[in-house]
């Protein structure tokens, strides 16, 4: 799968995709959130081919915390096609923390193959802040109390190059970046489960939307069904 070749929506920032799988009901986990995957293999495979087109995959600290994820690339044969797209052979990884308060002892950290960036707020402390940046490549701070998303990406394209990311959750990063009108593309995975439970996170949870009129609007470019499971993919048209 080659780079994205549309354009961002704004000068200067990343393309962004955020890939979610869902239940029926419209939750990405339990209420305990210990499950790690619900999907079936093709869609694990789905998201490894999304990697093979991405500068950078991001994901939330809890995210990280809660799952022994390393965000690398699935293996070698997803390694030779970044290569042949002109990518380098690993996506940096990128990890957002607005309080500083990453497992900086989870898997993640383990895995030394490619860079990791930490997105953070002043709020983080000194002591956070020098803690964070003897375990990752880059620490960005970007906002007093608040990741401002924008300025992030910005110096996401101006430091490291990325002009495509992609998000792999959870549900409250999701919602910033919509929030921020940051998205540009949402792949989504239906999967045939019943989670239930109003504490189960959804695919963006967060601050959310108020009014009808803030929503964000999508139009579906494809829709495949591969046995029970739907793989749709939305443009962001607002």
């Known amino acids: 799968m080659p780079a994205p070749t549309a354009h961002s929506k704004k000068s200067g920032l990343p393309f962004v995709l ?7 009901d419209g939750k990405i986990n339990t209420a305990n959130r210990r499950v790690e995957s619900f999907g079936s293999a093709r869609d694990r495979e789905h998201m490894l081919e999304l990697r093979v087109s991405a500068d950078a995959v991001i994901a939330g600290a809890r ?22 797209h002109g990518l380098s052979e690993y996506n940096l990884r990128v990890i957002v923390s607005g309080a500083g308060t990453v497992d900086l002892n989870a898997e993640i950290f383990k895995r030394q ?8 707020t002043e709020r ?6 020098a803690a964070m940046r003897g ?4 620490v960005i701070v970007c906002g007093e109390s608040e990741i401002e998303f924008e300025h992030a990406l910005r110096q ?13 959750g959870g549900g409250e990063l999701n919602d910033a970046l919509f ?21 189960a996170p959804t695919l963006a949870d967060g601050r959310g939307r108020l ?18 499971e739907l793989f749709l993919v939305y443009r962001v048209s607002n």
């Open 18 to 24: 955020v890939n979610v799988a869902i239940t029926a």
């Open 63 to 84: 995210t990280v915390d809660l799952n022994p994820v390393t965000m690398g690339t699935g293996g070698a044969k997803y390694r030779r096609r970044r290569l042949r």
């Open 113 to 120: 193959f490619s860079p990791i960036i930490i997105l953070t």
């Open 124 to 129: 983080a402390g000194p002591k956070r802040l």
């Open 135 to 138: 375990r990752a490549q880059d």
């Open 156 to 168: 996401l394209r101006k430091r490291w190059k990325v002009k495509s990311l992609l998000c792999e």
């Open 179 to 199: 929030r921020a009108g940051l998205v540009n593309e949402l792949h989504l995975t239906i999967c045939p489960k019943i989670f239930g439970g109003a504490a």
């Open 211 to 228: 009014k009808l009129a803030d929503a964000t609007n999508l139009e579906l470019k494809s829709s495949k069904r591969v046995g029970d």
